[in-house]
């Protein structure tokens, strides 16, 4: 299976967070191939550069240690901008977008990603 992780369930990865499910931790781990997309990392940044998360030094490193690099490419965009209005976070649209684009199957706790028909894994 080919994963592309949620940012949030990316920052729970990292931080060993209880939120994430054995299953779903195991599911990750087991994966063919588990991906990060670089929309999650400038979500993060984002958050961290105003005060609304904190994650040790090295986390980007940490990241791509354990997760493929999904970067952001014309056919993702124009794919984002086919979306219905389901989802108006914008980070959350251009990763069903590039999951669509891909072929992968979202490692999300966000209810409102499977409505855009994408496979999902419950985080």
């Not at 781990?29 to 958050?47: G, M, Q």
């Not at 090295?58 to 014309?74: H, K, S, V």
Request: no cysteine; aromatic share 6%; net charge negative.
């Amino acid at each position: 299976m080919r994963l592309l992780l949620d940012t949030h369930v990316a920052i729970w990865w990292l931080s060993g967070s209880d939120r994430l499910s054995k299953p779903t931790r195991s599911a990750i781990e087991s994966a063919a191939e588990a991906f990060l997309s670089v929309v999650s990392l400038w979500e993060i940044v984002i958050k961290q550069d105003r005060g609304r998360l904190e994650l040790p030094v090295g986390f980007a490193e940490a990241l791509r240690d354990d997760f493929r690099d999904l970067p952001l490419r014309a056919d993702h965009v124009l794919e984002a901008r086919e979306l219905p209005p389901i989802h108006r976070d914008p980070f959350d649209r251009m990763l069903v977008a590039q999951a669509r684009v891909e072929g992968l199957t979202v490692v999300t706790a966000d209810r409102q990603v499977a409505e855009y028909g994408v496979p999902i894994i419950a985080a």
